[in-house]
């Protein structure tokens, strides 16, 4: 367990930096995330992100993989709907580390 | 890259001088209170402990008894100790496999023999303390279940088992792992291991079928739920989220089109693996078991294939009659289960599928044997076919196939260093360095032959590479599922 300060808020984390609580997501501490992973969220980071709250609303899961690469391809253009581009984002893996960003829990299983 | 040391490959296999203690600190999270109570174990470490452990371990005794014979018969000869991948790896002397039994075995003599009760000493016989506990903690999480060792041993110890026992004596005094327990509450209240609800799952099916026929121009279903079909398919839930093992699923949903045979996924049986069997939970594996009983009756299926996934493969084929049998509303003519590569492999030998081999001339491939089919399970009518079957159907999809070096194939294969419930993040730097073996013998073939390419039947070995392959100068894509191979190859519409 653990907290991070966003803009003089503290949120709970666990173990391995995901929020604890969905619902205590906001941009500033998406932000915090990343620089902590030595990140900078730029415009391109945050397509992906807001993508995957919407999802996440839905289906209460995050999508998977080429589920993202699909819509981030028809919203962005083809040369940007394979997961070569979103590692380039996301180098941790945009299914871990995206979702942390976007405040989601962690995918789990053999994944 | 990493905050470790990551193990240099040789041109040939060199054991490592003993570093002692190097992985003492390679822990993972312990399970959350919730998650543990869900399982059916006490939620925190339990005030009389020791007891409570002693008291299982007895239970174990009587129940399982190859345990104790397995604990009873070890002579210290020596066999298994250059055997195991995270030896080999990480150079810690509690990483061979005999290090390892001794754990439990010191407890044992302590409590059940009784030169370890009278003269403890001269039998390297200990109580169960704290610091015993912990060593538990750590080094029967960096056993991958593997059985590599029994393999070599010449009374056949099975550490695995072992493992398995340890485990469950932790579970039961409130000391779980979060990655295992955690998985396995998930299956209980959504159906799977990833936490993918219905809704979710039919839209991801129906996403796919879009992709089928926007690249092949055929209607290729995957259905869900579907009452009356003639197949159930039980495949890990990763099939259905993660790269490359989405092309697999991609793969068995063509052969199901081209055999013209009814098949159909289950929402409530939509995972194939069983951690139950990690944690050395009978009634855990259990439970997760019956729910693929349950989806046969509901769907009235006539059979079950399973997917790619090794673990689920051992569980379905040397356990499933016993923890969720009979099957006797199952048609008797195909055997119970069946795995996809017995499928696929039976109608390629009828020729009732037409593959093209040059689909795959991109890829020099070789084969990566998941140790629980490998060493814990069979396919096919012939002995050895779970290493026969998934090589046939590869070079029948392939042009260029080359095997690694013997002692690192078949039944000598090694773990891919994320098996056995160590798939997790918290467990990088065992699992980087618990690959190495395979790592090196993959560089051989690279260079002698050129292979770019290595294929698996097996989720956890799957994701493990995708992870791993970068650290040790590979493409994390260079790992494919056979069924993916298939699924380039085959010629759709060509059979009526």
Redesign the interface.
């Given at each position: 367990m653990g907290t991070i300060e966003a803009n003089g808020k503290t949120y709970e984390t666990d173990e391995e930096g995901y929020l604890a609580d969905l619902n205590s997501w906001d941009k500033d501490v998406a932000d915090v995330m990343a620089k902590i992973d030595d990140c900078d969220l730029t415009d391109s980071h945050w397509e992906v992100i807001n993508f995957l709250r919407e999802y996440y609303e839905e289906y209460q899961i995050a999508p998977a993989v080429r589920v993202l690469t699909k819509a981030i391809g028809k919203k962005l253009g083809k040369d940007k709907g394979n997961s070569k581009y979103l590692y380039e984002l996301f180098p941790y893996g945009p299914a871990k580390q995206a979702c942390k960003y976007a405040g989601l829990p962690k995918p789990t299983g053999c994944v | 890259m990493a905050d470790f040391e990551i193990p240099q490959l040789k041109e040939y296999p060199v054991i490592p001088t003993i570093q002692e203690g190097v992985m003492a600190h390679s822990k993972p999270?312990v399970a959350k209170e919730e998650f543990q109570q869900q399982l059916g174990f006490p939620g925190e470490l339990v005030d009389n402990w020791q007891q409570v452990a002693y008291d299982k371990m007895e239970e174990l005794n009587g129940k399982y008894r190859s345990l104790q014979v397995f604990l009873d018969s070890c002579v210290k000869c020596g066999a298994c100790t250059d055997k195991c991948h995270y030896y080999l790896g990480t150079s810690d002397p509690k990483n061979m496999p005999v290090a390892r039994q001794d754990l439990y075995r010191k407890v044992y003599r302590r409590k059940f023999t009784f030169a370890g009760k009278y003269f403890p000493k001269l039998v390297g016989a200990v109580d169960l303390t704290k610091e015993v506990l912990d060593d538990w903690y750590s080094y029967f999480h960096q056993c991958s279940q593997c059985r590599r060792c029994s393999v070599f041993c010449p009374y056949g110890i099975d550490t695995a088992e072992i493992s398995m026992a340890a485990r469950e004596v932790m579970d039961c005094i409130g000391v779980g792992q979060?990655?295992c327990n955690?998985?396995i509450a998930?299956v209980y209240k959504i159906g799977?291991?990833?936490?993918?609800?219905e809704?979710?799952l039919a839209?991801?099916l129906e996403?796919?079928e879009e992709?089928i026929e926007d690249d092949t121009g055929v209607a290729v279903k995957l259905p869900l739920d579907q009452k009356g079909a003639e197949i159930l398919l039980v495949t890990?839930?990763?099939d259905?989220?993660?790269?490359p093992?989405?092309d697999g699923l991609i793969g068995y949903a063509k052969v199901f089109h081209e055999a013209g045979i009814s098949w159909t996924l289950s929402s409530h049986a939509s995972e194939a693996?069983n951690f139950g069997m990690f944690i050395g939970s009978y009634e855990n594996m259990r439970k997760v078991s019956l729910r693929i009983r349950e989806a046969a009756l509901d769907l009235g299926v006539k059979r079950i294939i399973f997917g790619e996934?090794g673990h689920a493969w051992r569980v379905a084929y040397s356990f499933l009659n016993t923890l969720a049998g009979p099957f006797d509303f199952l048609d008797p003519k195909y055997p119970v289960p069946q795995h996809i590569m017995e499928f696929t492999y039976d109608l390629i030998q009828r020729k009732a599928i037409t593959l093209d081999k040059s689909a795959n001339d991109d890829m020099v491939l070789t084969y990566h044997d998941s140790c629980n089919v490998a060493r814990a399970s069979r396919m096919g009518p012939m002995p050895g076919g779970q290493f026969v079957l998934p090589r046939e159907v590869i070079k029948a999809c392939c042009n260029h196939f080359y095997d690694m070096p013997q002692d690192t194939i078949h039944d000598a294969t090694y773990c891919c260093g994320g098996g056995g419930g160590l798939?997790t993040?918290?467990l990088m730097e065992l699992r980087v360095k618990g690959a190495m073996p395979r790592m090196e013998a993959l560089k051989h073939v690279v260079e002698e032959h050129g292979v770019t390419h290595m294929a698996a039947i097996c989720?956890?070995c799957?994701?493990q590479f995708t992870?791993v392959l970068p650290y040790y100068g590979f493409k994390?894509?260079s790992i494919v599922s056979v069924h993916q191979l298939v699924s380039n190859a085959i010629v759709l519409g060509n059979k009526q």
């Amino acid at each position: 367990m653990g907290t991070i300060e966003a803009n003089g808020k503290t949120y709970e984390t666990d173990e391995e930096g995901y929020l604890a609580d969905l619902n205590s997501w906001d941009k500033d501490v998406a932000d915090v995330m990343a620089k902590i992973d030595d990140c900078d969220l730029t415009d391109s980071h945050w397509e992906v992100i807001n993508f995957l709250r919407e999802y996440y609303e839905e289906y209460q899961i995050a999508p998977a993989v080429r589920v993202l690469t699909k819509a981030i391809g028809k919203k962005l253009g083809k040369d940007k709907g394979n997961s070569k581009y979103l590692y380039e984002l996301f180098p941790y893996g945009p299914a871990k580390q995206a979702c942390k960003y976007a405040g989601l829990p962690k995918p789990t299983g053999c994944v | 890259m990493a905050d470790f040391e990551i193990p240099q490959l040789k041109e040939y296999p060199v054991i490592p001088t003993i570093q002692e203690g190097v992985m003492a600190h390679s822990k993972p999270f312990v399970a959350k209170e919730e998650f543990q109570q869900q399982l059916g174990f006490p939620g925190e470490l339990v005030d009389n402990w020791q007891q409570v452990a002693y008291d299982k371990m007895e239970e174990l005794n009587g129940k399982y008894r190859s345990l104790q014979v397995f604990l009873d018969s070890c002579v210290k000869c020596g066999a298994c100790t250059d055997k195991c991948h995270y030896y080999l790896g990480t150079s810690d002397p509690k990483n061979m496999p005999v290090a390892r039994q001794d754990l439990y075995r010191k407890v044992y003599r302590r409590k059940f023999t009784f030169a370890g009760k009278y003269f403890p000493k001269l039998v390297g016989a200990v109580d169960l303390t704290k610091e015993v506990l912990d060593d538990w903690y750590s080094y029967f999480h960096q056993c991958s279940q593997c059985r590599r060792c029994s393999v070599f041993c010449p009374y056949g110890i099975d550490t695995a088992e072992i493992s398995m026992a340890a485990r469950e004596v932790m579970d039961c005094i409130g000391v779980g792992q979060k990655y295992c327990n955690e998985i396995i509450a998930k299956v209980y209240k959504i159906g799977n291991n990833l936490g993918l609800p219905e809704p979710a799952l039919a839209d991801t099916l129906e996403g796919l079928e879009e992709d089928i026929e926007d690249d092949t121009g055929v209607a290729v279903k995957l259905p869900l739920d579907q009452k009356g079909a003639e197949i159930l398919l039980v495949t890990p839930s990763a099939d259905f989220f993660a790269e490359p093992h989405v092309d697999g699923l991609i793969g068995y949903a063509k052969v199901f089109h081209e055999a013209g045979i009814s098949w159909t996924l289950s929402s409530h049986a939509s995972e194939a693996a069983n951690f139950g069997m990690f944690i050395g939970s009978y009634e855990n594996m259990r439970k997760v078991s019956l729910r693929i009983r349950e989806a046969a009756l509901d769907l009235g299926v006539k059979r079950i294939i399973f997917g790619e996934c090794g673990h689920a493969w051992r569980v379905a084929y040397s356990f499933l009659n016993t923890l969720a049998g009979p099957f006797d509303f199952l048609d008797p003519k195909y055997p119970v289960p069946q795995h996809i590569m017995e499928f696929t492999y039976d109608l390629i030998q009828r020729k009732a599928i037409t593959l093209d081999k040059s689909a795959n001339d991109d890829m020099v491939l070789t084969y990566h044997d998941s140790c629980n089919v490998a060493r814990a399970s069979r396919m096919g009518p012939m002995p050895g076919g779970q290493f026969v079957l998934p090589r046939e159907v590869i070079k029948a999809c392939c042009n260029h196939f080359y095997d690694m070096p013997q002692d690192t194939i078949h039944d000598a294969t090694y773990c891919c260093g994320g098996g056995g419930g160590l798939l997790t993040d918290d467990l990088m730097e065992l699992r980087v360095k618990g690959a190495m073996p395979r790592m090196e013998a993959l560089k051989h073939v690279v260079e002698e032959h050129g292979v770019t390419h290595m294929a698996a039947i097996c989720a956890i070995c799957k994701s493990q590479f995708t992870k791993v392959l970068p650290y040790y100068g590979f493409k994390m894509d260079s790992i494919v599922s056979v069924h993916q191979l298939v699924s380039n190859a085959i010629v759709l519409g060509n059979k009526q």
